[in-house]
Each structure stands twice: as structure tokens, then as C-alpha cells.
């Protein structure tokens, strides 16, 4: 077993501070793309097309506001996930499954752009467990 000093300049640890940079920047930019979606939904929801009968019926400023709350803590747990702070990694993980889940709930309304918006949080989850899996 290496010492900690020598974790730095291994191939290991560059890849471990490879793989926290991606994940942290993937969670900031999904979380900034959520909150843009939300402000829109709140101040413009005639953006989004409405179906009529679909399951979720949620007022769309009220969706909204969701997408505004995620995409804020999504930045926030991002920047921290960049500042290497430990707990983050874990939120990060929920927050991006809420986000995915919230955005699969969005489906109807914006499908293009909730289905971007979860593959870049399958890859934030993918790059945030793999940083679990290596400390």
C-alpha cells in the first residue's frame, strides 16, 4: 500500500482527480441547464406543451419551482464535489437521481431536452460512484 503523498502522482489517483473534476463539472452544468428549465417554467410556461392527460398533472410553474430547487442544490453539491469535499459525493448521487427522476416526470412536456438531461445525470451518477468505489 502506497503512502498517501505517493496516491497523488500514481496513475490511480490521476485518474480518481480526472474522474471528481468530470463529476463535479457534469453535476455543476446539469444542475445550471435544471435551474434555466425551471426559471422558464416559472416565468414562461407557455414554453412548454401541456398533454392533457397525462399522469403527473403538476402545474408547470410548480414544476417549475422543482427544477429551480434541484438545479440550485445540483450546482451547489457540483462545486463542493470540486472542492473535494467528502460528503458531496453521496449527495451528488441523490441529487442527480432526483434530477433524473424529476426529469422523467418532465418527459411530457419538454422530451428532447428532459432525456438529454438524464443521460448527463446517469453520467454524473456513473462518475460520482466510481469516485465512491476508489476511496
Excluded at 31 to 56: H, N
Amino acid at each position: 500500500m502506497s503512502a498517501p503523498s505517493d496516491y497523488e502522482h500514481s496513475t490511480r489517483g490521476a485518474w480518481a482527480y480526472g474522474i471528481a473534476a468530470f463529476a463535479g463539472v457534469l453535476l455543476a452544468m446539469v444542475g445550471l441547464f435544471q435551474f434555466l428549465q425551471g426559471l422558464s417554467a416559472v416565468f414562461k410556461d407557455t414554453v412548454f406543451v401541456a398533454s392533457p392527460d397525462y399522469v403527473y398533472s403538476i402545474d408547470l410553474t410548480g414544476w417549475g419551482w422543482i427544477h429551480m430547487l434541484l438545479g440550485a442544490a445540483a450546482v451547489a453539491v457540483g462545486i463542493a464535489v470540486l472542492y473535494g469535499q467528502t460528503w458531496a459525493l453521496a449527495t451528488g448521487i441523490l441529487v442527480a437521481i432526483l434530477s433524473a427522476v424529476a426529469n422523467f416526470a418532465f418527459v411530457p412536456y419538454y422530451p428532447l431536452w428532459a432525456i438529454v438531461v438524464i443521460a448527463i445525470d446517469v453520467a454524473a451518477i456513473w462518475a460520482l460512484t466510481s469516485l465512491l468505489r476508489n476511496t
